[in-house]
């Protein structure tokens, strides 16, 4: 099990810009961080309102109606939990 400390929050975010390329924006956060845009999300997800973020200085608004998917993989070497949020 690793250590809490060592927590990290990825956030990739993918921009259909109409119909162009697919624009992919990364970013890791620290432990501190990711707590907070998690608390943040799931206020909001409990208030049934929009979230709003900025990741490299692309902001970000998911609408309150954004479908959450939580995935689980298993590599050789590697486990992780992803989860993605989409909307239109």
């Known amino acids: ?20 390329n697919m624009k992919e924006i990364e970013k890791n956060y620290t432990k501190k961080q990711t707590i907070q845009i998690l608390k ?17 200085g692309k902001k970000v608004y998911l ?9 689980y993989e298993k590599e050789k070497k590697e486990e992780k ?3 993605e949020i989409k909307w239109n």
């Open 1 to 20: 099990m690793q250590n809490l400390d060592l927590l990290k929050l990825k956030v990739l975010l993918k921009l259909n810009q109409r119909n162009k």
């Open 81 to 83: 939990i992803e989860i």
């Open 40 to 56: 943040r999300l799931v206020n909001s997800l409990e208030k049934g309102k929009a979230f709003r973020m900025q990741i490299k």
């Open 63 to 71: 609408p309150k109606e954004s479908e959450i998917e939580i995935e």
